[in-house]
């Protein structure tokens, strides 16, 4: 006791719930596929708790009978992000998603710091699948001291078609030229990602 002196900051976000009502097997089926996760308990009230590794839950879909839905611009929070280790990774997910009917829902990005794929769950939740293109320093300086600048771009620049990726990621180009920004901004202006 008393040891504690400073504010301390958490060590991860452990789990999140999410309240559904007539998707609520969509919502579990999407989260299980998505994440490769496994139903840890059904609680007879509704709950189903996932996770996707050691954890006790990760995920918990909860029914709500009756429950409001999202406005189409809601304020709150607007996605979850859950972080992968390769591009082998995001390109298996999508590649996966695709057959289970879930395309990404507006745009696949690579920010610079990361590449991300965005996906809608069968409730209209946001959910990324992203990896960070650089060690975790590297990331925030690329975000302190570059992301945005004039010499970054525009944000939109960094998008790409997904096929496209999968195209080149399986023909064999290097993960050094499809994470790396300026590539992938070269590689997109001329129509091949």
């Known amino acids: 006791p008393g040891t504690v002196t400073a504010m301390p900051s958490p060590t991860k976000i452990h789990h999140m719930h999410i309240f559904s009502d007539e998707r609520y097997d969509e919502m ?12 840890i308990r059904v609680n007879p ?7 996707y590794d050691d954890n006790d839950h990760r995920v ?8 409001q839905h999202k406005p189409d611009s ?3 929070v607007s996605h979850v992000a859950f972080c992968y280790s390769s591009l082998g990774e995001l390109i298996h997910i999508y590649k996966k998603a695709k057959e289970w009917g879930y395309m990404p829902m507006h ?18 939740n946001r959910v990324e699948m ?43 180009v290097p993960d050094t030229i499809l994470l790396d920004r300026e590539e992938v901004r070269r590689l997109v202006r001329e129509g091949r990602l």
């Open 28 to 39: 579990v089926t999407f989260y299980l596929r998505m994440l490769n996760a496994e139903i």
């Open 45 to 51: 009230n509704g709950f189903t708790f996932m996770s």
């Open 60 to 67: 918990v879909v909860i029914k709500q009978p009756g429950g």
């Open 74 to 76: 809601p304020i709150g």
């Open 107 to 124: 745009r696949c990005e690579n920010h610079g710091n990361s590449t991300s794929f965005y996906y809608s769950d069968p409730d209209g």
């Open 130 to 172: 992203m990896m960070d293109n650089y060690t975790p320093l590297e990331t925030q300086d690329y975000k302190r001291y570059y992301q945005w600048s004039e010499e970054y771009g525009g944000k939109t620049e960094g998008n790409f078609d997904p096929d496209k990726m999968v195209e080149l990621y399986e023909s064999g």
